[in-house]
């Protein structure tokens, strides 16, 4: 087997500057009591100008004042985390959240989807740039083994169990993942490498160190199994953005909408599904949310499209306080069918396809501004269909042809002696609502060359009556 480690060293930071309008800036997370303000994590802006992790605010301050800051939330770290191993499970269903900030995933079985490691990776690496998150992947042939040539490598992979043993070896003893006093024991001894500590005897590390140690070489060597616990994508999505001050406008809000339409994307992915209605939740201080209900025709999942219809209907919405945060829950997670497409395309780049333009329209027009046509169970032309607004198929239409322009009122044929190219078909129906109708219809072309639909009563030997047009 052959397992994946991505390593994310700066999931916090990355969590709240992915988030942030302007990541380019100074940004700093604080941590700590109120009293004492320590500086957690920063990002390169605020390193440029001299500030360093564990500083105190008040130290940092004297250097510069020119950065913004935000809280250090353990909580959310786990809820990105939890994102990414949804979107991580479309290419393995063998996803482990095990170690903190790393993502464990077996892709040996993906390979005939996703092609060879070389490009299976890149492919991870551009879609984790796309998310926002920064990260080290290394592949191994055991889990344990992954993640702890993390620690010292990115893109490193190993295949075979020497080029493993090779490649522990020289890893340091402090990050091979062992337990800091057994650690500090082993570097007291003058063990400085792993290929020192593997050379050793087992019978006297057993008597000299826990029986972990020889249980951890083991399941980094792939000799002893780890047990591993694996993600099971929930049934619903839930997820909120706080915003940095408090919001009045619609403008501001399409930004943290943006992200949470595509990580909405990114978990439907994972589960192989689609949303069909969702709920954006305007948050405010002291009153109750604004709830911004979204519903949509079909399931669907492509991040543009969601956004789209999102903030069709976020545009309609009166803002009535200022807003704190933005929360997207969504529960109706129905399977997803990709729409079937021509192998080349022959649609113009700037044409919209036929099911975002439809869902935009609903958003800015309202729901009952955009319907289809479905056929009814009646023969007679003008009854024949009906209005829909949902997406279920209506009854099969008629087997003959019919023409896409049916009009209101039939008008006499002008012309004397028309092409009749199919016909005539006789139509008997309505006798039992006081609609009693006897036609025989005809497939027409005039001399300009039009086709049309045209009828006149049964028996009668006048002219033609045009009931409708054929593209």
Not at 275 to 286: C, N, S
């Amino acid at each position: 087997m052959r397992w994946a480690c991505i390593l994310l060293p700066q999931l916090a930071l990355d969590g709240v500057l992915r988030r942030h309008p302007e990541p380019e800036r100074p940004l700093v997370l604080l941590a700590g009591t109120p009293q004492r303000r320590v500086l957690q994590a920063l990002n390169p802006a605020a390193r440029a100008l001299g500030l360093r992790v564990g500083q105190t605010l008040s130290a940092a301050q004297v250097i510069s004042r020119d950065f913004a800051t935000a809280e250090y939330d353990p909580a959310q770290i786990e809820d990105w985390q939890r994102l990414l191993a949804a979107w991580a499970y479309r290419f393995s269903s063998q996803v482990s959240l095990d170690y903190p900030r790393a993502l464990l995933l077996e892709v040996e079985s993906s390979f005939a989807l996703f092609g060879p490691w070389p490009r299976f990776e890149a492919r991870l690496r551009e879609e984790l740039g796309t998310l926002g998150f920064r990260h080290r992947i290394v592949a191994a042939p055991n889990p344990l083994a992954a993640r702890v040539l993390a620690n010292a490598h990115n893109g490193l992979a190993v295949a075979s169990a020497e080029e493993l043993r090779q490649a522990l070896g020289q890893l340091p003893v402090e990050r091979s993942g062992l337990p800091r006093e057994m650690t500090t024991a082993l570097l007291r001894m003058g063990l400085r490498r792993l290929h020192q500590l593997l050379a050793l005897p087992r019978n006297g590390l057993a008597r000299r160190f826990p029986a972990e140690l020889l249980r951890h070489l083991d399941s980094l060597l792939g000799e002893r199994p780890l047990a591993l616990d694996y993600y099971q994508p929930p049934d619903r999505f839930d997820l909120r953005i706080e915003l940095n001050f408090d919001v009045e406008s619609h403008q501001a809000l399409l930004f943290p909408l943006r992200r949470l339409t595509a990580d909405l994307a990114a978990f439907l992915a994972g589960r192989d599904s689609g949303v069909q209605r969702f709920t954006l939740h305007l948050e405010h201080a002291g009153r109750e949310d604004s709830q911004v209900p979204v519903g949509l025709l079909g399931a669907e999942r492509e991040a543009g499209m969601l956004f789209e219809v999102a903030r069709g209907r976020l545009e309609q919405l009166q803002v009535v306080a200022s807003v704190r945060s933005l929360r997207l829950v969504a529960h109706d997670l129905p399977a997803f069918v990709p729409e079937h497409r021509l192998l080349f395309d022959e649609r113009p780049q700037q044409n919209l396809p036929w099911q975002q333009l439809r869902e935009r329209l609903r958003a800015r027009l309202g729901d009952d501004a955009l319907h289809g046509l479905s056929a009814r169970a009646d023969h007679r032309p003008e009854c024949a269909w009906q209005a829909q607004t949902d997406a279920k198929p209506g009854l099969a239409g008629p087997t003959g042809p019919r023409p896409g322009w049916l009009l209101r009122e039939p008008h006499m044929l002008q012309e004397a002696a028309p092409r009749i190219l199919a016909g005539s078909e006789r139509i008997e129906s309505g006798w039992w609502d006081g609609g009693d109708m006897r036609r025989d219809y005809y497939l027409i072309e005039t001399r300009s060359g039009q086709r049309a639909w045209a009828y006149r009563a049964v028996g009668d030997n006048g002219p033609l009556l045009i009931h409708g047009w054929f593209a």
